[in-house]
Each structure stands twice: as structure tokens, then as C-alpha cells.
């Protein structure tokens, strides 16, 4: 137990603390079923190819990536670009089942790392470390523990002390998600670029993923049970294609955004959703995942105590992580305007966009320098 700590969860969140904390040269304990398949795609700024960097898997990341050499928003009812914005830095879309290979094929190669294939179910703490009981009633031993199981995971709700009903909820919009073939796509669906369409009350984000294009599509909730494909893709609609009813979209309810105002009990700290839910509108869940990971390796090779390193990884993304999200909180409800109020804000955006859009990305994004170059 000397020198081990446990991660819980086989996400990307759960997978990236695995490596932090064999890299930073202790023994790991991963607790978690392998994860269902993982569909569609993510969106990697500056910040998470430097979280990659730091975790040694940039290069296996890097081949595996489709780079992105712009951010175009458009109006989704009229088609008209409102903003291109240059992307200078690295930025990039892969696949999601991609990026958790990557992960588990680098631990896997680490020595002193062991898989348990269950869940937690409870924790004990003592003064030397801590007890963990999984579901098959095995007990475990380690120093401490870094929960990356999630919204609806062990960790959350031991950390809060608050049931898993009351640390989520109020879902209000659907994201409705699909991966399709680019050959059954028009050609600009294949462009390297990051698309944002701002219709009224929805929006859309499409990029390419190597051969494919990972589509998603933010509305309310209330309007998924109405043909929400033809009113949102109606006949004159430069995404004609997605109204298709063969298409099969998966829905996922947006929870309510936001970091947990405590990422630390005892010998339980916690990472990825489990710490923080981040909407998606600024694509930085996964970086966000990254970065805590790269965070905690960092602590971790600072202190040979792991309750300091907890605590410093605690404080430093704690306060990071809380802007991250207000601003993915913001930029989601700004896309989700209706209205007057879209249309004033299209023309806000195509008036003075790129200037207001780089600026508000420049604190997000971090390494990327280009954000602070002259428009």
C-alpha cells in the first residue's frame, strides 16, 4: 500500500490519471469495468495536445488526428459565414474509442499498474491510507484514491456527501449526436475545420474525423419529441442532409454545467466529470480531463506526499477548471438564443466577431499564442 494510489473509472479522465500517476513512479490501482464502446469525437485545443505532451502520448495522439485549420461560424437559416477564425496552434478532432486506445495501450506498457474490472463501493479512510471495498466485496489497499467515475460515480457523491440525485440534474437540452461516413456527405463536410451553426434556440458543430464527420446537434429538450430534423433542416437549409429520417442520432441530456465547489475529502480527490461538468460548447471536456491529469502528474512529481500533491492538484484546478466552465456556460447560452435575439447576435458576431471570439478563447485555449496575434 506504501507507494499506491487508485483511480476509479475507465474513461478518458479515468485513463489519463492511470498514466499521471504511473509516470510520476507509483504503483496504480485502476477500479472500473472496461468502458462500453465510445462513440463520436472530440476537439483538442492547444491546451490538451500540452496535456498529451506531458502524459508521452502526444505522438500516438498525433497519427491518429484530424488537425483543424479553422473555426467557421455561420448563420444555420441563412448559410452566410459570420466568422473564420485561423487556427495558428494545434488544434484537432479524433475519435473518442481513439483517444481511450491511446491511453490504455500507454498505461499498459507502465509497470506496476493493476486493473480491477469492478466498481467501488465503499471507502474507509485510516492513518496510513485507505480501504476500498469493491462490489465483489474485495478489499483493496492504497494511499489514496482519484475518482474519475463520473457525474454518476462513487466519487462525487462521497466527495459532496450528497446522494447522485442531488449532485446532477435539471437537464434542459438534448445534445443529438451522430458519426457519419464523409462519402455520404457533401464535400464541405470534409473540410478541415471546426463548423458552428447558429440557427434560433439550436445550434450545430460539425468536423472531420479521418474518413468521418462527427455531427452534433444542442436543443432543447422539449423539441426532441416534435420533427426536430425538418424544422430544423428545412428544405432551403445548407444542412439539407442531416434532415434524413434514415439518419440514427443519439440523444444525450445536457447536465447542468458547473465544478464542484470540492474536489478533495480526505485521501479522495477527484478528476474529470466527476470534478467538473463542463458543457460542451467550448469542446473542452476532454482537454479539461487532460489537463487534470497532467495537472496531477505534475503535483504528484513535486511532493512525495501524496496528501500535499492532492491538495495542491485540488487547489490550482479547482479555480481553473470554474472559469472554464462559466465561460462554456455562457458561450452555450448565447448559441441557444431565439429570436430577436439570434439575429442581433449573428450580427454582433459578423460585425465584430473574430476579434471578440479570440479573445474569449485565449484564456480557454492557454498555449495557443496565435489567439493573441493581430486579426
Known sequence: MQNKIAVSGTGIAGLAAANAIALSGRKCLLIGPPPAPLAGGVQLAPNGWAAL????????????????????????????????????DMYAGMARADLATILNEHLSAQNGTRHIGSTIDQVSEA??????????????????????????????????????????????????RVVLSLSMLPANFSHPASNLWLGD??????YPIRHHANIVVTLPRKLINTNWQERLFGRTSPLRVLADPAIDWTATPLPKPGAGPCWRRGRVVLAGDAAHVMPPHLAQGAGQSLQDAACLLDALRKSDNPGDAFSHYARHRAGAVARIAEKADISGRIMGLSGMSARLRNMALDFGGETLMRSWLAEVWAADQGLHRPA
Open 53 to 88: 505532451r506531458s502524459l508521452g502520448v502526444e505522438t500516438a495522439a498525433l497519427a491518429m488526428a484530424t488537425r483543424l485549420e479553422d473555426i467557421v461560424v455561420r448563420g444555420l437559416e441563412t448559410g452566410g459565414t459570420l466568422i473564420r477564425l485561423p487556427l495558428h
Open 127 to 176: 492513518q496510513n491510507g485507505l480501504a476500498i471495498i469493491d462490489k465483489n466485496g474485495d478489499l483493496h489497499q492504497a494511499i489514496g484514491l482519484v475518482a474519475a467515475d463520473g457525474i454518476h460515480g462513487f466519487g462525487r457523491s462521497y466527495v459532496s456527501g450528497q446522494p447522485d440525485a442531488a449532485a446532477h440534474g435539471g437537464e434542459t437540452k438534448m445534445a443529438m
Open 201 to 206: 434556440g439550436a445550434h450545430v458543430v460539425h
